[in-house]
T-cell receptor
Framework: KQEVTQIPAALSVPEGENLVLNCSFT??????LQWFRQDPGKGLTSLLL?????REQTSGRLNASLDKSSGRSTLYIAASQPGDSATYLC???????????FGKGTRLHILP | SQTIHQWPATLVQPVGSPLSLECTVE??????LYWYRQAAGRGLQLLFY??????ISSEVPQNLSASRPQDRQFILSSKKLLLSDSGFYLC??????????????FGPGTRLTVL
C-alpha cells in the first residue's frame, strides 16, 4: 500500500532564504509525482508535475526533483517571499489508475 | 478553457441532516472526477472517483455516497450527517483518455461544519 510522508510538518523561515521541502513514498511504482500548494480554506493549485521517467521539473523559483529508486522527492524554493506562505502537498499517482495519494503537507510560513 | 465549480462554498448542517454537494466541470468531455476530504489535522483523503457516468468507486467506507448523473456532474451525498463529516471537501477532474498526463485540477472546495 502506497504511503506518502512529508517532512517537516511545519517550517518557518525568514524572507529571502532558499528552502527545501521533502517528500518520501513507499512504493516506487509510481506514474508521476505532483507538488501542490493550498492556501487556507481554498482549493489546491498544482505547482509541478514530474513524470516517472523524469528527474526534475522547474517553474520560476520552484524546482522539484524525483528519485524513484529511493522513493524521494524534494521541492526547492529559491529566494522565498511572504506570498509563498501556504501548505505544500506532495502526491503520487498509482501506475495502474488515476488515483493519487497525498502526503499530509508541510505548512510553510515565510517571515517578512 | 476548462473550469470546475463547486457549491455551496460553505455549509453548516446539524447532525443527522442530509447533505448534497455538487461539482460541475466545463470545457472538457468524459473527465475522471474525484471527491476528496481534508479534515482538520489530517491529509487529503480520496473519497470517491468516477471514470464515467454511473461509474463510482469508493475508497473509504463511510456514510457518504457519490453519484454521476451526467458526464460533467459529480454529486456527494449523505442521508444523515455525523460530526466526523466536518471538513473541507474538494472536487477534482483529470483527463480520462489514456496517454495524457493525469494532472488533477481542483475546484474551490466546500467547507462543511456539522454541529
Amino acid at each position: 500500500k502506497q504511503e506518502v510522508t512529508q517532512i517537516p510538518a511545519a517550517l518557518s523561515v525568514p524572507e529571502g532564504e532558499n528552502l527545501v521541502l521533502n517528500c518520501s513514498f513507499t512504493d516506487s511504482a509510481i506514474y508521476n509525482l505532483q507538488w501542490f500548494r493550498q492556501d487556507p480554506g481554498k482549493g489546491l493549485t498544482s505547482l509541478l508535475l514530474i513524470q516517472s521517467s523524469q528527474r526534475e521539473q522547474t517553474s520560476g523559483r520552484l524546482n522539484a526533483s524525483l528519485d524513484k529508486s529511493s522513493g524521494r522527492s524534494t521541492l526547492y524554493i529559491a529566494a522565498s517571499q511572504p506570498g509563498d506562505s501556504a501548505t505544500y502537498l506532495c502526491a503520487v499517482s498509482d501506475r495502474r489508475d488515476d488515483k493519487i495519494i497525498f502526503g499530509k503537507g508541510t505548512r510553510l510560513h515565510i517571515l517578512p | 478553457s476548462q473550469t470546475i465549480h463547486q457549491w455551496p462554498a460553505t455549509l453548516v448542517q446539524p447532525v443527522g441532516s442530509p447533505l448534497s454537494l455538487e461539482c460541475t466541470v466545463e470545457g472538457t468531455s468524459n473527465p475522471n472526477l474525484y471527491w476528496y476530504r481534508q479534515a482538520a489535522g489530517r491529509g487529503l483523503q480520496l473519497l470517491f472517483y468516477s471514470v464515467g457516468i454511473g461509474q463510482i468507486s469508493s475508497e473509504v467506507p463511510q456514510n457518504l455516497s457519490a453519484s454521476r448523473p451526467q458526464d460533467r456532474q459529480f454529486i456527494l451525498s449523505s442521508k444523515k450527517l455525523l460530526l466526523s463529516d466536518s471538513g473541507f471537501y474538494l472536487c477534482a477532474w483529470s483527463y480520462g483518455a489514456s496517454g495524457t498526463m493525469n494532472t488533477q485540477y481542483f475546484g474551490p472546495g466546500t467547507r462543511l461544519t456539522v454541529l
